[in-house]
């Protein structure tokens, strides 16, 4: 049976307004027309326009918008390496191998999560293609250091924002500062269509060709009718509404769940700003000589607390598992996918001779570090409760 947490990771992301729009929806829907659809595109450009970027391709997850997004660059750019975060889900690393590229990792800096510019800018050459961000639960992730030597490299940015909705760097929301950027809309995101994911870009080229790979690789996906025309004169023995440019992939999503992002995208920023009051509460109750206090807020928009011990200590560790156990508080160890991707099996096979110490900030997060719920009907008094429990612990 389902256990139910006193603190659960989140509480109530899909509300009784969610569901009434869906009936709603369903009732009007006169044509029973279900699959990708109007709401589709309401909810694509609805969301373009809150992120500030020119198209959105709603997908039916975050590691479809992953998978979608390498396959683009490698269709349009061609191979060679990626530079990607140890910290990370792992859609973004298996997206990297399964188009060709080679994924080359950097260490993360302990105040954001995200990787390190400095490791980043020492693990570019002249086969690195891009660099595969990810803005790890609400930090920004982004410098002008980095923003600056990638474009005097030619170096392409993908941001993974899946973990970030709303947050930004220079007062600009994140997802839009690279060719490419993708969302979750997974149940405990900032905001959910129950699965869900999006493609963004502001490049015309990208945006068509996401769209054909979306579905099948077929032509008449691409919105662009001259484009069309084209290619259907340059192949006069195939049916016009079968033509397929590439072996691709049905990610798509439906209305249902664009119904639903709809209805949550009306309070997205209500939300983000209750969750971000939220961590800061977090943080300033926690005792910082136990737990790390010290992130960099600047920019972020937080749905997960971090909860990083300071101290690399084993039964420090187990002691607060069993705490938060005890006091029905539902954790996953190693932040963001689990923690260090370099140590999965599913790698073992690419990566020969890691140095784990290259790799420090990472493995303390993957021994060390969790992330407990902060969705926005916790209160406060209940935020206090947490600490308290969690101060209270006798660490070594
Ligand atoms: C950083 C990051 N990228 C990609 C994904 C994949 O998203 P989804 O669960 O919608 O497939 C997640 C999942 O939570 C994630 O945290």
């Known amino acids: 049976m389902k256990k139910y947490f006193t603190h659960p990771l989140m509480d109530n992301n899909i509300t009784d307004s969610d569901v009434n729009s869906l009936i709603l929806f369903l009732k009007k829907n006169k044509k029973k027309i279900f699959t990708q659809s109007k709401k589709v595109i309401e909810f694509e450009n609805k969301w373009s326009k809150w992120l500030g970027i020119k198209y959105s391709v709603f997908v039916n997850s975050g590691s479809s918008a992953n998978l979608l997004t390498l396959l683009a660059l490698k269709i349009i750019y061609g191979t060679g390496e990626v530079i990607v975060p140890p910290l990370t889900w792992i859609s973004d690393v298996a997206s990297v191998i399964q188009n060709g590229f080679k994924p080359v990792f950097a260490d993360i800096n302990p105040k954001t999560l995200c990787m390190d510019e400095d490791e980043i800018i020492k693990k570019i050459n002249s086969k690195t293609k891009a660099v595969f961000i990810t803005h790890v639960q609400g930090f920004n992730g982004l410098s002008t250091k980095l923003l600056n030597i990638l474009k005097q490299k030619k170096i392409i940015l993908l941001e993974d924002v899946c973990e970030s909705h709303g947050a930004s760097f220079n007062k600009k929301k994140l997802g839009t500062f690279g060719l490419i950027s993708n969302f979750s809309f997974y149940y405990a995101h900032h905001m959910s269509t129950i699965?869900?994911?999006?493609?963004?870009?502001?490049?015309?080229?990208?945006?068509?060709?996401?769209?054909?790979?979306?579905?099948?690789?077929?032509?008449?996906?691409?919105?662009?009718?001259?484009?069309?025309?084209?290619?259907?004169?340059?192949?006069?023995?195939?049916?016009?509404?079968?033509?397929?440019?590439?072996?691709?992939?049905?990610?798509?999503?439906t209305e249902i769940p664009a119904v639903i992002g709809l209805n949550q995208l009306k309070r997205l920023d209500k939300n983000n700003i209750l969750r971000s009051n939220n961590l800061k509460y977090f943080l300033n109750n926690l005792n910082n000589n136990y737990y790390r206090t010290d992130f960099e807020l600047e920019g972020s928009s937080n749905y997960a607390f971090p909860l990083v011990l300071k101290k690399a200590n084993i039964k420090n560790r187990n002691l607060l598992e069993k705490i938060m156990n005890i006091n029905n508080i539902e954790f996953r160890r190693g932040n963001a996918g689990g923690g260090n991707q370099l140590r999965q099996p599913y790698l073992k096979k690419y990566l020969k001779n890691i140095n784990f110490k290259n790799f420090r900030e990472v493995d303390h997060i993957h021994f060390f570090g969790y992330y407990i719920g902060n969705y926005p009907s916790l209160k406060k008094k209940k935020i206090i409760k947490i600490c308290k429990i969690l101060n209270n612990i006798s660490y070594e």
Request: proline share 5%; charged share 30%; aromatic share 10%.
């Open 195 to 253: 699965e869900g994911g999006m493609v963004c870009t502001n490049d015309k080229k990208v945006y068509k060709l996401i769209k054909i790979l979306r579905s099948h690789g077929m032509l008449r996906e691409s919105g662009d009718r001259n484009y069309e025309k084209k290619i259907i004169k340059e192949n006069p023995k195939l049916s016009p509404k079968f033509i397929f440019l590439y072996p691709a992939y049905n990610l798509r999503n």
